[in-house]
């Protein structure tokens, strides 16, 4: 049974800081192409970033490009997302997302085959 279990959103300030964390079980973030995601009250879900099985595969929304970084670790198997100088447009529910059959990050939803319950995070300008 595949878990994905995103921790580590909460509340912050503008230009503050927070790393979400997606601890895998079921599946081998080192062997599947991982996501991050986020939907904003009233919005659909969106890509934010993602990681593929090699590392040289990483991919990031525009918008994040610069303030955000996906990193995983693989003794833990766990996908993280560092996330700086946060904005109150960052304000969203973040899930994290795997992919079990491409090798490279997806930018659309559809091709993840699993997800977690998702982790608020909430900025204050």
């Known amino acids: 049974q595949v878990q994905l279990v995103e921790s580590g959103g909460g509340l912050v300030q503008a230009g503050g800081s927070l790393r979400v964390s997606c601890a895998a079980s079921g599946v081998t973030v080192s062997s599947n192409a991982m996501g991050w995601f986020r939907q904003a009250p009233g919005k659909e879900r969106g890509f934010v970033a993602g990681i593929g099985r090699s590392t040289i595969n990483i991919d990031y929304v525009d918008s994040v490009k610069g303030r955000f970084t996906i990193s995983r670790d693989n003794a833990k198997n766990t996908v993280y997302l560092q996330m700086n100088s946060l904005e109150p447009e960052d304000t969203a529910i973040y899930y994290c997302?795997?992919?079990?059959?491409?090798?490279?990050?997806?930018?659309?939803?559809?091709?993840?085959?699993?997800w977690g319950q998702g982790t608020q995070v909430t900025v204050s300008s």
């Open positions: 997302a795997a992919d079990r059959h491409l090798g490279r990050p997806s930018r659309y939803a559809s091709a993840y085959d699993y």
